[in-house]
């Protein structure tokens, strides 16, 4: 079997269009479009004219090849993460979890990474609500450094936890500060990461935001 999306990718570096393929082979569109998909095998007696109507080797259309990006692992949305106000922190039932593929270049073990559905509108200029966010988890070796976004949880007197999602930022005295990055008045003004307010028993960067899929 060909590798799914090597034809596609073989034809991209040519610069063909699937009619010229399609020409090139003396078959229809649709036909490239099977054997591009994988939904149809290719007839051995027709390798070869594959080969030069992509302008590709035999062993290129088998691949493995350099010219296809790698997928990244599949992962979990486990919960929700408030852009705003501060919001109770669960983690949804395993039955409820979602998955997306997260990004091919982060090493971090699978385990230590997952998806957060943005709710709110603090973080409206990166992350409209609805978004999803990948993270990695602070201690699986995250990097926190100033003008990363990341998932902030504080816990109450109560014993109870809230979290939220912010741009953190360290001033030129080494205050840590977290940022809304919004267009909604009610939502301009930073928090102090290093300071508890009433009621509030600790606060803690738990993850830092490695990528981002927007709501359309």
């Not at 490239?32 to 594959?50: H, N, Q």
């Not at 699978?110 to 609500?129: A, I, K, T, W």
């Not at 978004?131 to 976004?149: F, H, I, N, T």
Request: hydrophobic share 40%; charged share 25%.
């Amino acid at each position: 079997m060909i590798p799914p999306n090597n034809l596609r990718a073989l034809r991209k570096r040519a610069g063909l269009k699937q009619p010229e393929i399609a020409d090139a082979m003396d078959v229809s569109i649709p036909q490239v479009s099977r054997w591009e998909t994988g939904t149809d095998d290719i007839p051995g007696r027709r390798l070869s004219a594959m080969a030069d109507a992509y302008h590709a080797s035999v062993g290129e259309i088998y691949g493995p090849s350099e010219l296809f990006e790698p997928v990244g692992p599949t992962l979990f949305v486990k919960g929700e993460v408030a852009a705003g106000v501060w919001h109770e922190a669960y983690e949804w039932p395993q039955d409820d979890w979602q998955t997306f593929t997260g990004r091919a270049d982060v090493t971090v073990d699978v385990d230590s990474r997952f998806g957060l559905r943005v709710v709110g509108e603090s973080m409206n200029q990166l992350y409209p609500h609805g978004s999803l966010v990948e993270c990695v988890k602070l201690l699986a070796g995250a990097e926190l450094v100033s003008g990363k976004r990341v998932v902030v949880i504080r816990e109450r007197e109560d014993g109870d936890f809230e979290a939220t999602v912010k741009e953190y930022i360290e001033d030129g005295e080494g205050v840590p500060w977290l940022w809304p990055r919004s267009n909604h008045p009610e939502f301009q003004a930073p928090w102090r990461a290093d300071e508890l307010q009433p009621g509030i028993v600790r606060i803690e960067v738990i993850a830092v935001v490695v990528a981002s899929v927007r709501v359309e």
